[in-house]
């Protein structure tokens, strides 16, 4: 099965600077990581996803990157602002599941 | 309707008791997964539906957790005789293909499960 690491836990940023979250898989036949963002007591929300055939993407504030040889894909997000604040979790979806694996999540924090 | 719905939104139990929670999923997405989210933890997949049919259930902790989707829309996850360590809130999510569309899973607000 797909194993996802996600760093860090918490990360605490000032408003206007930017963030980055890292995940790693175990699996190489992984074809699909998405993001989520999820508020406190709330759904977990898609923010962005990359096709393992894709190198990048962006959605303006929003970037994922994905390095198919090092297993590894990032979240960044520039000019943050205080409603940026929840908890993200990445996750991969190994091609020949269903399901998706999530990391344990990063909670981040922006302060004004 | 506008999202996945589930019901109800708190559930209280003693331990022991049975409880069936409810998803309703986008109309018309063929995908529909179980989730089980741990206080401080990343959802973890519990079983998955294509249409009717239910393809994986390899997430499910014991055989007291059962789920269906007769009729290839509406969802029941039932837990028979609930101990504590089932405390958790139950997502569930929907996605329009299969998987080999890699459609994005589209989430509920969950039911948060609490065994006393």
């Known amino acids: 099965g797909e194993n996802v690491e996600q760093h860090p836990s918490t990360l605490s940023v000032q408003e206007g600077d930017s963030a980055v979250i890292k995940c790693t898989y175990s699996?190489?036949?992984?074809?699909?990581f998405p993001w989520y963002k999820q508020e406190l007591g709330k759904r977990p929300q898609l923010i962005i996803d990359?096709?393992?055939?894709?190198g990048e993407k962006k959605d303006q504030r929003i970037a994922v990157t994905l390095n198919k040889t090092a297993k590894h894909f990032s979240l960044h997000i520039t000019e943050t602002q205080p409603e940026d604040s929840a908890v993200y979790f990445c996750?991969?979806?190994?091609?020949?599941?269903?399901?998706?694996?999530f990391g344990k999540g990063t909670s981040l924090l922006v302060t004004p | 309707g506008a999202g996945v719905s589930q019901s109800p939104r708190y559930k209280v139990a003693k331990r022991g008791q049975d409880v069936a929670l409810r998803c309703d999923p986008i109309?018309?997405?063929?995908?529909l997964f179980w989730y089980q989210q741990a206080l401080g933890q990343g959802p973890e997949f519990l079983t998955y539906?294509?249409?009717?049919?239910?393809?994986?259930k390899s997430g499910l902790p014991s055989d007291r957790f059962f789920a269906e989707r007769p009729e290839g829309s509406v969802s029941t996850l039932k837990i028979q005789r609930t101990q504590q360590e089932d405390s958790a809130v139950y997502l569930c999510?929907?996605?329009?293909?299969?998987?080999?569309?890699?459609?994005?899973?589209?989430f509920g607000d969950g039911t948060r499960l609490s065994i006393l």
């Open positions: 999510a929907s996605s329009l293909g299969t998987k080999i569309s890699n459609q994005p899973q589209h």
């Open positions: 699996d190489s036949a992984s074809n699909y």
């Open positions: 109309s018309g997405h063929v995908s």
């Open positions: 990359i096709r393992s055939n894709v």
């Open positions: 996750a991969a979806r190994y091609r020949a599941g269903y399901a998706l694996n």
């Open positions: 539906f294509q249409n009717e049919a239910q393809l994986d």
